[in-house]
């Protein structure tokens, strides 16, 4: 299940509010949002409205840590792979998303919010699920691409593959890409220069 959800403001918006940007205020309604969600689900802006979904199911965590343990050797320098739940923001877009897997520069994100830096990412990672998928393959690659993270996994659960984005251009975003079936091998591209062995994977 996806859901938009409007949050009614206590006071209109007037022209004295340009100290806080739509984007700001889109922020601090989201942690409100986030406040009174049940467990089970996260919450992401996207497109400049605030949308929840489930979180993944557990069967897909096999995937996240064959994926978390075969980038981890070759992240960049000052940088960590992870699959903790977190936002990384782009303002220039309206957008904060909670990828399923991220890897990030450790000194950008040390900060005391929910909120971080998209520009310290160097690789993420998305799983589809029915209500995610439109929105993995969409809004979010090109948001991805066009803020130049270098690399973008898509792993389609649905369909049972994978695509490697890379080569971003803010003008265009990703221009290059390969996709491969799950059991199969595919290259990460620099900054990793790995590759992404598939075999025991299963959707």
Known sequence: M????????????????ERDSDFQLLCRDLKLVSAAMPDGYRVEIVGGSIVMS?????QYNDILDSLLDQLSPHVPPGHRARTTPNLY????FD???????????????????IFLP???????????????????LGEKADVYGKAEVPVY??????????????????DLGYRRHAQIKFG?????PSPFDCELDTADWQA
């Not at 009614?8 to 022209?15: A, D, G, H, Y």
């Not at 923001?89 to 220039?92: A, H, R, V």
């Not at 389609?156 to 890379?166: A, I, K, N, S, Y």
């Open 2 to 17: 996806t859901a938009m959800v409007e949050i009614p403001r206590e006071t209109p918006r007037t022209i004295d509010d």
């Open 118 to 136: 998209g520009s310290a990412l160097s690789l993420v990672a998305e799983q589809t699920s029915t209500s995610t998928r439109h929105r993995d």
């Open 153 to 170: 996994v898509l792993i389609d659960m649905l369909q049972g593959t994978v695509t490697v984005f890379d080569d971003p251009t803010p």
């Open 184 to 188: 199969e091998t595919v290259r990460i």
């Open 89 to 92: 923001t782009f303002p220039q």
């Open 54 to 58: 489930p979180w993944s199911k557990g």
């Open 95 to 113: 957008d904060a998303f909670g990828p399923d897997l991220h890897v990030s520069d450790k000194a950008a994100t040390r900060v005391d919010s």
